[in-house]
């Protein structure tokens, strides 16, 4: 089975502004496909381009092998979500998927099974939309989404506003319908997020694809790990002499975490708190997960840079401070 | 809230079209009908145009003492008042869908824009003969009220009246679409609406009534203007007048309602 979606070396620039740049990647069926960049890496432009809301500058993206605007009655096949908030703050919900529903040629009764299925309740589906919470209106975009019977999924920021129950709903509901042989592609810019959910994921940073692949082969693909324990022990200088010894590089663990890091696998820790008769008193892997190398990859787009330390703390406000300080008090 | 599994029976079947029939344009025209009255200020705004034609005929057959009590005449304030306020209505219908966001899903749904303007026109026109329909009603029992009065008035009604009637009608009602595709925004649309038919005419009969050569020239550019043969005399513009008709026409409707159409079909939908 072929890919479902297929973005090639698609590029949208606003004059000389390039919001996406050459990205090309797939989304095959029966996985949930992860897209995932900071804020302003592209994500929603290619998204929008996938549903012809964007035209492209260069390049195409195809669904079943077609162009989006070719898919007759697309509702039927996409579902799409990509800003539940941008629907008629005076219509109810219920309103809203009558309108899709009546567009797609679907029965009434559709709207129902829709409304159960997000778990919104008739009451709820009654009230205008700008009495929604932002869950309520994102589990009413995932409804209206779905109304269609969609072979594919396009989600922008799907768990947006959901508390965590909706989000763990919202997983399984992703999880099962990719089990099903559907197709879902869904953007976030928080790792954790994907990292539960997606089976492939897709890494942007400043319009260009930086990695992709499933978890382990991205982390595999990724040559900088080197084995890393952090230990706390009952003798921490004892034991960590005993490693620098060894020829091991020994420093104190991450601010904030107590105990040692050794640059060691945890076999060759634990053996020397055997030898040294130190006892263990926790011990972890400290190799850079997902989060350092999601950061490392996009760190030139993140808007924070990656500062070296925290920021200075602001200046205590005392009352011998001189007046007209910049920040004391009066 | 509790979680309820995704139970569609069976599993998804991979992207077959063969099944699948484009969305026809009436069901398009349909779904743009219910928006036009599925929201509070939707259904306010077409029943205060209704009651705004009430009013006026109310005040021409109960106050007004002689000489305007013809069916004709209270069509002609009915058109009047319509064509004031009727083109808020396709404003609202083209604007909603960039105010309110709507278009993400109307153009995701149907990515073929010009099915969409062109159901849009036509749900448009739609209210817009209702409206009318119920304009005549109220003219008739306007000229019913001004018979109880005491006052003789004339029922007979030249098609030539009927038909200015309806011509100057749309022509308002397209002027509302071709300027809310063009500016995408609806308090905007509604000024340059109010511009466009109060200050424009305005301006244009105070420069007439002092330059001789602009009061020849005014009718030839100026839509109001070449419209006043719709609404007054025999209601039978002359030739000359439908040439003026005809060229105003095509600088205030034809221009501006290509030139929106062609924004929508090309506008990034944000």
Redesign the interface.
């Known amino acids: 089975m072929g890919p479902m979606i297929s973005v090639e070396n698609l590029t949208r620039a606003y004059g000389s502004f390039v919001a996406v740049d050459d990205v090309s990647f797939v989304a095959q069926p029966g996985r949930v496909t992860g897209f995932l960049g900071p804020n302003g890496a592209g994500k929603t432009t290619t998204m929008r381009v996938m549903v012809g809301l964007t035209p492209a500058t260069s390049g195409r993206v195809t669904i079943g092998g077609r162009l989006y605007r070719d898919i007759p009655n697309p509702g039927r096949h996409v579902g799409t979500l990509l800003d539940a908030s941008a629907q008629h703050k005076g219509r109810t919900g219920r309103e809203i998927l009558t309108l899709g529903a009546t567009t797609m040629g679907l029965p009434k009764s559709r709207v129902d099974e829709m409304l159960h299925l997000v778990s919104l309740s008739d009451a709820e589906a009654g009230r205008r939309l700008r009495n929604y919470s932002l869950g309520m209106m994102q589990r009413l975009g995932i409804a209206h989404a779905l109304l269609g019977d969609p072979s594919v999924m396009i989600l922008d920021e799907p768990a947006n506003g959901l508390d965590p129950a909706g989000i763990r709903w919202m997983r399984d509901l992703l999880k099962g319908y990719a089990g099903r042989g559907g197709t879902v592609l869904l953007s976030s810019h928080l790792l954790h997020e994907v990292e539960v959910i997606a089976d492939e994921m897709v890494l942007i940073g400043r319009g260009r694809i930086v990695a992709q692949g499933d978890k382990r082969s991205l982390l595999a693909g990724d040559g900088t790990q080197a084995a890393v324990t952090l230990v706390t022990s009952l003798d921490d200088r004892k034991l960590g002499e005993a490693l620098q010894r060894a020829g091991h590089t020994v420093t104190m663990a991450p601010p904030g975490e107590p105990g040692i890091r050794i640059e060691a696998d945890a076999e060759t820790v634990g053996r020397a708190a055997l030898d040294q008769q130190v006892v263990l008193t926790g011990m972890r892997s400290g190799a850079a997960g997902l989060e350092d190398m999601f950061l490392r990859l996009t760190s030139d787009t993140q808007r924070e840079g990656m500062p070296p330390g925290p920021p200075p703390p602001p200046p205590a406000p005392t009352q011998a401070s001189p007046a007209g300080a910049p920040g004391a008090p009066r | 809230?509790?979680?309820?599994?995704?139970s569609?029976p069976?599993?998804?079947?991979?992207?077959d079209?063969s099944g699948?029939?484009?969305?026809p344009l009436t069901?398009?025209v349909?779904?743009e009908l219910?928006?036009g009255f599925?929201?509070?200020?939707g259904r306010a705004y077409s029943l205060t145009v209704l009651g705004l034609c009430a009013v006026v005929m109310l005040v021409i057959a109960l106050l007004v003492t002689e000489g305007f009590q013809d069916f004709a005449d209270f069509l002609t304030a009915m058109g009047g008042t319509l064509g004031f306020f009727l083109p808020i209505i396709p404003i609202l219908l083209v604007t909603?869908e960039f105010g309110?966001?709507?278009?993400?899903?109307t153009?995701?749904?149907?990515?073929?824009r010009s099915r969409v303007v062109l159901a849009k026109l036509l749900a448009g026109l739609a209210i817009t003969l209702g409206v009318m329909v119920v304009a005549l009603l109220l003219a008739a029992i306007g000229t019913a009220l001004a018979s109880l009065r005491g006052f003789d008035p004339d029922w007979g009604l030249e098609l030539s009246q009927l038909w200015s009637f309806v011509l100057a009608t749309l022509i308002a009602v397209f002027i509302g679409f071709a300027i809310a595709m063009l500016v995408m925004n609806t308090a905007a649309a509604i000024v340059l609406y109010f511009v466009y038919s109060l200050i424009v005419p305005t301006v244009v009969a105070f420069l007439s009534a002092f330059i001789d050569w602009f009061a020849d020239l005014a009718p030839w550019i100026e839509f109001n203007t070449a419209q006043q043969p719709l609404f007054s005399g025999d209601y039978r513009p002359s030739v000359e007048e439908w040439g003026q008709i005809l060229t105003a026409g095509i600088i205030w409707l034809a221009v501006p309602l290509a030139l929106g159409i062609w924004r929508l079909l090309?506008a990034?939908?944000k």
């Open positions: 809230m509790t979680a309820t599994p995704y569609a069976g599993s998804l079947p991979t992207l079209v699948t029939s484009p969305v069901r398009l349909g779904v219910r928006k599925d929201t509070r200020a909603q309110q966001r709507t278009g993400l899903v153009f995701t749904l149907e990515p073929r090309r990034e939908m």
